[in-house]
C-alpha cells in the first residue's frame, strides 16, 4: 500500500507535537535506531541497552541512525514518539519513482566497489553526487584484489580520476586482510554508511570490521556476476574508537534524490570548481559560451567520462 502523502499542515503539526516532548520525563528517554525491520524499531538507549520499540503514527520515515524520543507506555512496552533533528539524509529513488531513505546523521558515505562485478562508473559518480549535496564525505573502496588475474597499480583508473579531486581510494581485499589496517582506521571517529550494488563484499568487510557478529555472505552468481542481496534490513554496528557503521541492503542501481535548489554542478568537484571561471552565472556548462568546464574537457583537464555522466544526470531533470 503507497505511503498516505502529509500536507504542510499536518506535517507542522507533527513537528508540534514532536517538539512538545519532554525527553527529560519519567516515561521518556532519547535513543539511537539501530535498526528497523517489520514495522519494529529497535533503539539503543543512552545505558547502551536495546529495546523494541513501535512508532507513533505520522512521525514520518524513520531510519538507521536516527536519534529518536522514546516513550515508556507501560508492561516494557515502547514506542517512538518524536525524530530529533538530523544534520542530513541519504536517500535515492527507486524504480517506481518512490523516495526511500537509507541512513541519517552520516558523517562518511564509503563507497565499496569490486573487482567482481566490474566497477560502474556512473553508479559511482551518483554515490559521490549525493554525498557532496548532502555534506557526507565520500570514500572510494575497491574490494576483492585477490581476484585480479595479475597485480595492476591502478584498475579502473578510480586513483587517477578521483585521488586528484580529493577522494580517498582504498584498495582491498577482506578475505586476505589486504591494506585492512589503513581501511580499519577510516571508520574511527565516524558514522559511516557502507553501500554499494551486491556483490561487492559489503558483507565480507563488515564481517572482517566485527569478526564477533554473524554476518551472512553470498555467493556470486556465475551468469551476471552479481550477488545475492544478504543483507535484508539496514543495520547500525559500533566500531572501536568511537565508530559507527551502518550496513544497508545491497542495491542494484542508485538514482539520487538531486537537491534541485543548487545546481547540479555542486555534486561534482571538478565542474565545480571551474564553474566560477564562466563567463555566465548561471551556465549549466553544456554549449554556452564562454564556459571554462567545456575547455577544460577539451583540454582534458577534466575526465571525459566525469563531464559525460554530469550531462547524463543534467539531462534527467
Known sequence: MAKRRLSKQQKKRIQKAQDAVPSHSQNHSDGLVISHRGGVIL???PDMHLIECKLKSNLGVIVCGDQVVCEDTGN?????????????LLQRMDGSGKIRS??????QLMICLAVKPEPNLFLLDQYLLSAEQQNINPLIILNK??????????PYRLKSIYQPMGYTVVFTSAIFGQNFDQLKSLFDHQTTVLSGVSGVGKSSITRALLPDIDIKIAEISEANEEGRHTTRTSRLYHLPNNGH????PGIRGFNPL??????????????SALADRCRFSNCKHVNEPGCAVVDAVSAGEIFEIRYQHYLKLLDRQ
Request: aromatic fraction near 4%.
Open 43 to 45: 533503539v539503543e538507549t
Open 76 to 88: 516494557d512496552a515502547f514506542r517512538v514518539v518524536a525524530i530529533k533533528p538530523r544534520e542530513n
Open 102 to 107: 537509507i541512513a541519517a546523521n552520516l558523517s
Open 145 to 154: 584484489l585477490d581476484l585480479l588475474s595479475a597485480p595492476e597499480e591502478d
Open 245 to 248: 557503521l551502518i550496513d544497508t
Open 258 to 271: 538531486i537537491d534541485t535548489s543548487q545546481p547540479l554542478s555542486t555534486g561534482f568537484r571538478d565542474i
